[in-house]
Nanobody, 130 residues
């Protein structure tokens, strides 16, 4: 089974930056698409940015385009989310999620169809405030 562990969250001022990390362990070769999701208080979990590991195609939610960048380090089995120009509406718990084992789907589908996610991390809190 794939295990995902997020880190890098914290408190940041408006306009600041953070880099989140998601370390994968277990059967990493069986998972093809991975992404970052967030959940604000009282709201549903939403896809922020996703990455298809074969081909490196990416998807970004409109609200984060130009501000967030998803990337990976294969040697470290780690996926990153570099966040800049942070806004209060970026506040929430950020989760790393990987598509159900063996399923080939696009980065966009990964981010927009949550039932495709078979493995979740425990989440890391991001708070953006003045």
């Amino acid at each position: 089974q794939l295990q995902l562990v997020e880190s890098g969250g914290g408190f940041v001022q408006i306009g600041g930056s953070l880099r989140l990390s998601c370390v994968a362990s277990g059967f990493t070769s069986d998972y093809y698409t991975i992404g970052w999701f967030r959940q604000a208080p009282g709201k549903e979990r939403e896809g922020v940015s996703c990455l298809k590991l074969s081909g490196n195609s990416t998807y970004y939610q409109d609200s984060v385009k130009g501000r967030f960048t998803i990337s990976r380090d294969n040697a470290k089995n780690t996926v990153y989310l570099q966040m800049s120009s942070l806004k209060p509406e970026d506040t929430g718990v950020y989760y790393c999620g990987a598509v159900v084992k063996g399923l080939h789907v696009s980065a966009q589908a990964t981010c927009t169809i949550k039932r495709l996610i078979g493995s979740w991390g425990q989440g890391t809190q991001v708070t953006v405030s003045s």
